[in-house]
C-alpha cells in the first residue's frame, strides 16, 4: 500500500523550489552539487509524495542532475525554458494557487487571461463575430479552466510533464489565434484591399470595379437629400458626367412615387490607383414636365426646386463590378 | 576524527574551502554569543552567499558530525517556534498543533516549517574549527 501524502505548509514547497532554483544558477559544480544534496535531503526526502512527480526513482533523479551537465526539474524533466514556461502557466493559470515565486506577476498575467477569454467570448456574442470565434472562445475557456483543476490536483506531475507542456503551449497559440481572429474581424481589417476614404470605411471585396468611361450606364443614385434617381448616365473622359432620368419624388400615399423627369450634372474621379474609390460630386440640372401630368408637375416642382442649389459631393466604393456605396450614397450601374 | 572531515572535504572541495572557514567562522561567532542554533537565512546574511548554498554548507557540517538539523514548526500569526521535530515523517500525526500564543489550533495553512541546525557541543565544534 503506498504510503498516505503529507501536506506540509506550503513554503516548505517553495524553499524546495527555491533550493533547485539556485542550483540552476550556481556556476560550481562542486557546490551545485551539494545544494541539490541537500535539497533531496531536507525538503524532497521529507515531503515524499507531496511535492512534484515522486514516481519511484524521485531521489535518485533529482542526484542525478548533480551529474547531468543539463540542470533538471524535480520531476527529472530537463530545464529547458519550457519548464520554466510550464512553471509560469501554472502559477498564472491557478491564479496564484500553485505558486512558484511571490510575484504578482504571473497571478497578474492569468487574471489577464481569464478576463481576455470572458471578454472574447461576451464581445463574439455582442458584436456578433460569427459561431467560429463564439465556439473557439467556450472551448478555450473550458481548456483553461482544466488545466487550472488539472493544475491544482497535480495531474500533470504524475503523467509526463512534457506532454502537458506541448498542451498548455497550443492552448496559448489557440488563444492568441482567436483573439487575433477576432480583432481583425472587430476593425473589418482587409490588408489586401484597404482604402482610405473620407467617409466610415466598408469592407470591400475582390472584384474588379467598373471601367466608367467604357460605356453609358443604366442608373440608379440614391443620395442623401435627394430622391432617388433613376437614368442613364455617361462618364466623360473630362472627368464630368451627365445623367438624364428621373427622380422618383415620393408623395404622401404610402409606397407611391411621382416620377419627375430630371437631368444631373457633376464630375467624377478615382480616390485610389486601383479605381475602387469613387469621388463623386453631383448637382440638379434640370427639371422638366415632360409626360407628366400639371398636377404631377406641381409636386416634383416643390419637390427638386429646393435642390436646385444643392452640391452632392462624397467618395464611394466600389463593392462590386457594379455598385458604389459609402454612408449616404448609393450608386448602381448596369450596362446598356 | 570528525575535524579530519571536514578537512578531508575541503581536500575534495577546494573551491569551497574559503566559504567552509567563513561558515565556520559565523558557527563559531554564534556559539561565542551563546546561540548554538543555526539558522540557514541568517548565515546566509553574514556569509553574503544564498541560503540555498549555505544549506547544503551546513550539510557538509553535519556529514562531518558537527551539527545536526532539526525542523522547526513556527506559527505563521505570531512567528513563534511551536515545535522542534528532527523529521518530518510524522508531521501528519502532530496535527492540529496547538497554539498557546494564539490559543488555537494550527493545520498546516497556519505554520511554517523552518530547517534549522543545532550545534552538538560547542566546545568540541571550536577545537575543530579553530
Not at chain 1, 178 to 204: F, G, R
Not at chain 1, 281 to 289: E, Y
Not at chain 1, 308 to 317: D, G, L, N, Q, T
Not at chain 2, 2 to 25: G, T
Amino acid at each position: 500500500m503506498p504510503p498516505k501524502p503529507r501536506k506540509l505548509p506550503q513554503s516548505f514547497y517553495e524553499k524546495f523550489r527555491e533550493m533547485l532554483d539556485a542550483a540552476e544558477k550556481c556556476t560550481d559544480p562542486d557546490l551545485k552539487k551539494l545544494i541539490l544534496e541537500a535539497a533531496s535531503r531536507y525538503y524532497q526526502a521529507d515531503i515524499s509524495l507531496g511535492l512534484s512527480a515522486k514516481d519511484d526513482r524521485g531521489i535518485d533523479r533529482i542526484m542525478a542532475m548533480a551529474d547531468s551537465p543539463t540542470p533538471t526539474a524535480p520531476n527529472g524533466s530537463p530545464l529547458t525554458p519550457t519548464s520554466t514556461f510550464y512553471r509560469f502557466l501554472e502559477q498564472a493559470l491557478t491564479l496564484g494557487t500553485r505558486g512558484i515565486s511571490k510575484s504578482a506577476l504571473p497571478r497578474f498575467i492569468g487574471f489577464l487571461v481569464y478576463a481576455a477569454l470572458i471578454g472574447l467570448l461576451t464581445s463574439s456574442l455582442l458584436l456578433n463575430l460569427g459561431p467560429q470565434v463564439t465556439a473557439s472562445a467556450i472551448v478555450l475557456l473550458m481548456l483553461a479552466g482544466v488545466m487550472s483543476i488539472v493544475l491544482l490536483l497535480e495531474i500533470p506531475k504524475k503523467v509526463r510533464p512534457v506532454i502537458f507542456e506541448i498542451i498548455l503551449l497550443l492552448v496559448v497559440i489557440c488563444f492568441l489565434g482567436v483573439s487575433t481572429y477576432a480583432v481583425v474581424k472587430l476593425l473589418n481589417v482587409k490588408p489586401v484591399l484597404q482604402h482610405e476614404v473620407s467617409d466610415k470605411a466598408a469592407p470591400i471585396t475582390k472584384v474588379e470595379p467598373p471601367d466608367l468611361e467604357a460605356r453609358q450606364w443604366k442608373t440608379t443614385i440614391r443620395a442623401d437629400g435627394f430622391p432617388a434617381f433613376e437614368g442613364q448616365v455617361k462618364f466623360g473622359a473630362d472627368q464630368n458626367f451627365e445623367a438624364q432620368g428621373q427622380f422618383l419624388v415620393p408623395t404622401e400615399a404610402l409606397n407611391e412615387r411621382i416620377e419627375c423627369p430630371a437631368g444631373l450634372k457633376g464630375g467624377w474621379s478615382y480616390g485610389s490607383a486601383d479605381h475602387f474609390v469613387l469621388r463623386f460630386q453631383m448637382h440638379l440640372t434640370m427639371f422638366s414636365d415632360a409626360g407628366i401630368s400639371k398636377d404631377q408637375y406641381l409636386q416634383c416642382s416643390s419637390s427638386l426646386k429646393p435642390l436646385a442649389s444643392r452640391v452632392f459631393s462624397k467618395a464611394c466604393i466600389f463593392r462590386s463590378a457594379v455598385g458604389c456605396s459609402a454612408s449616404g450614397l448609393d450608386i448602381h450601374l448596369s450596362p446598356l | 576524527m570528525q575535524f579530519q572531515q571536514l578537512e578531508l572535504i575541503k581536500l575534495k572541495h577546494p573551491s569551497l574551502s574559503s566559504s567552509i572557514d567563513s561558515l565556520a567562522s559565523y558557527i563559531s561567532s554564534e556559539i561565542d554569543e551563546g546561540r548554538t542554533r543555526i539558522v540557514p537565512a541568517l548565515a546566509s546574511t553574514f556569509m553574503k552567499r544564498s541560503e540555498a548554498e549555505v544549506t547544503a554548507l551546513l550539510m557538509v557540517f553535519e556529514d562531518a558530525g558537527l551539527i545536526d538539523h532539526e525542523f522547526d514548526i513556527v506559527c505563521t500569526a505570531k512567528n513563534s517556534v511551536l515545535l522542534s521535530v528532527p523529521d518530518l515523517s510524522k508531521f501528519d500525526d502532530l496535527l492540529p498543533i496547538q497554539c498557546r500564543l494564539c490559543d488555537s489550533e494550527h493545520d498546516p495553512e497556519g505554520l511554517r516549517v523552518e530547517l534549522v541546525f543545532e550545534v552538538k557541543s560547542g566546545q568540541d565544534f571550536k577545537q575543530h574549527a579553530a
